[in-house]
């Protein structure tokens, strides 16, 4: 095993401990909103929308997106040191994924807080 | 420092017994959800934005190619959380001998299984 010197927290127990974290937090939201759709049946956009505009909604919402940028960043930065040898290739790739979470994280806002 | 150490293990010549291939999996379905968030917030954004378009994105997640991409979403999202909560049943020190994590890595694969149909008729039904 090599040091991990470029993980975003430079601790792997703070990693395990936000992947745990995030999970949790990902986990109750989407029993959440599948739990709302089904209970909702012939959801329609003005239900929906109205949904939306609580704040707590959007709060836990925002709450459940930080999550997924956090857990994907720390997964897929596990998946590159494990699978992609060439340095070059693998620091493209995190830089890749590091920009795919920053579009993610700022589109995201937008489209909650945007209303 | 030792030489001898072994190095640039070659997995694809590796036979990985069943729990093994369970966590693969759960990696290969995070990745799948990590591109899938593209399709989530731009289903998202859609929604919000005004009748027509929530009508018309709907229609598109529950018909044709579209209905696949949720579907095959869903179960991604279904077959990660069910192997998550293994995870973390496993950090309290849960499924950890031979016989329990075989045990476990069955019941990831019926649990998700099962979600993953009622995915289906979620979506189609």
């Not at chain 2, 799948?32 to 018309?56: K, Y």
Request: hydrophobic content about 55%; aromatic content about 14%; proline content about 2%.
């Amino acid at each position: 095993m090599g040091v991990s010197i470029t993980n975003f927290s430079r601790s792997g127990l703070s990693d395990w401990l936000i992947q745990r974290f995030t999970a949790v937090v990902m986990a109750l939201y989407t029993v959440f909103i599948v739990g709302y759709i089904l209970s909702t049946p012939g959801l329609d956009y003005s239900q929906w929308k109205e949904f939306f505009e609580c704040t707590g909604v959007r709060i836990f919402t925002l709450l459940a997106l930080i999550s997924v940028v956090a857990h994907a960043w720390i997964g897929m930065w596990i998946i590159s040191t494990d699978y992609i040898k060439p340095a070059v290739l693998r620091f493209a790739f995190q830089a890749t994924c590091f920009l795919t979470m920053f579009v993610f994280l700022v589109w995201g806002i937008d489209i909650i807080w945007g209303l | 420092m030792n030489e001898n150490r072994p190095v640039n293990l070659d997995l694809s010549k590796f036979s990985f017994p069943f729990p093994a291939l369970v966590s693969i999996t759960h990696r290969i379905a995070g990745v799948i959800l990590f591109v899938g968030t593209i399709f989530l917030l731009c289903a998202l954004q859609d929604s919000l934005e005004s009748a027509e378009s929530f009508a018309a994105i709907k229609n598109s997640m529950t018909t044709g190619f579209g209905s696949f991409i949720t579907w095959g979403l869903l179960s991604a999202l279904a077959y990660h959380f069910v192997a998550g909560i293994k995870h973390l049943v496993m950090d309290l020190g849960i499924g950890e001998e031979l016989k329990s994590a075989q045990i476990a890595a069955s019941l990831v694969v019926v649990i998700s299984g099962v979600l993953i149909v009622l995915a289906g008729v979620w979506v189609w039904a």
